[in-house]
């Protein structure tokens, strides 16, 4: 069984930077697709970015939000620079074995860290 869990969430004021982590015990962690989501209150859960060999970001924050991984150890991380409240939400960490897995179907999932923005 997969488990995941997310770290680096807080409260910062904005404009400031995080960076989210996500461990996987994952053996064949490598083989996984990995997303990111984050869900505000009273809001849906929206996919924020993905990566299996490259990384896709969502539109409405590629140019401030970077997906990457280290498959040494087992890691993807989040970079979130130039935050806004906006962007204030509980961040997840998800994953699938399949390739391009849709989104809010990833089979494995993170308890989910909070990150709180003031202005």
């Known amino acids: 069984q997969v488990q995941l869990v997310e770290s680096g969430g807080g409260l910062v004021q904005a404009g400031d930077s995080l960076r989210l982590s996500c461990a996987a015990s994952?053996?064949?962690?490598?083989?996984?697709?990995v997303g990111w989501f984050r869900q505000a209150p009273g809001k849906e859960r929206d996919l924020i970015a993905s990566i299996s060999w490259t990384g896709r970001v969502a539109n409405d924050v590629q140019d401030r939000f970077t997906i990457s991984r280290d498959n040494a150890k087992n890691m993807v991380y989040l970079q979130m620079n130039s935050l806004q409240p906006g962007d204030a939400a509980v961040y997840y960490c998800?994953?699938?074995?399949?390739?391009?897995?849709?989104?809010?179907?990833?089979?494995?999932w993170g308890q989910g860290t909070q990150v709180t923005v003031s202005s």
């Open positions: 994952a053996r064949t962690f490598n083989f996984l697709t």
């Open positions: 998800a994953a699938d074995e399949r390739l391009r897995p849709i989104n809010n179907t990833y089979r494995y």
